[in-house]
């Protein structure tokens, strides 16, 4: 039993190995064996995101929805910007960012592959502020940036094989399940109802979220140090009446807290806080002649 099962593993890996690709989170330098491509996970992201717009209601307030499109677009600005000089101008052409505001009380936000993001309103709240929203959104585009949907994608489909084969079927399963084949990975992807609205991704994706988030706002000149009294209203919203789905899987707000503070050091270094300019004002006396 012990030798079918350590042959079955050796399998799953070879062929993991032969059909998967590396990717290299930025930042962190954590390497992930991805088993979709990007045109795939983009594809699939496509159609979801194209049906969740549909059954969605826009926010009618219009400041509150510049506000957000405001804060996004400063954030994906500085993370392209580091991308583009940092050895990642290729990971470009896979964003097509676009920020709205939902009408829903949640608070929730979600960032679907390619740079989709979607914010409720019931977050606003519990932001208060700009900085506190880019907290959020940097740890949003921080998942599509780190590619956690691919990697919780190829996880699934990892686990679906290991169920469903056994000694001489892994070849049978993995050529009629067409690793090579975008439509038959996007249709596999759809019969394990992979769902990149409702993901709940592991808690290592989600630490790993959190720090680049810190970073992310630090870029985009926002002051990372705000994450902890953020994190700190999230805390009692989850521990109150308000149920929240944000970052469900993280650990616990002590732990989540406690690392936050830990890599604060490490986004500071990326904040240059605005700079305070002071008017000088010069009073000029008239002289007055007196006529004689």
Known sequence: MKTFKSLLIGALALLTAACGTTNTVPITGRKTKLLVDDAQILSLSSQQYQEYMKGA????????????KRVGQRLATAVETYLANNGYAQELQNFQWEFNLV???EINAFCMPGGKIVVYEGLLPVTQDEASLAIVLGHEIAHAVAKHSA??????????????????VLAQVAQAKGYGDAVSLIDY?????????????????????DR???????????????????????????GG?????????????????AELQKRMPEALQYYTPPTQTT??????KKATTKKK
């Open 57 to 68: 209601t826009l926010s009618t307030n219009q400041n509150n929805t510049a506000i957000v």
């Open 212 to 238: 680049l988030g810190l970073i992310f706002a630090a870029m985009a000149g926002y002051d990372p140090q705000l994450a902890i009294p953020f994190w700190q209203r999230m805390a009692q919203q989850s």
């Open 189 to 209: 992807a759809a019969q394990i109802g992979f769902n990149f609205a409702n993901l709940k991704y592991s808690r290592d994706n989600e630490t790993e979220a």
């Open 151 to 168: 990697e919780q994608l190829s996880k699934q489909m990892r686990q679906q094989y290991a169920a469903q084969i056994g000694g001489s």
């Open 103 to 105: 009408n829903s009380q």
């Open 241 to 257: 009446n308000t149920k929240s789905e944000l970052f469900s899987d993280h650990p616990s707000d002590e732990k989540r807290l």
């Open 279 to 284: 008017t000088t004002t010069t009073t000029k």
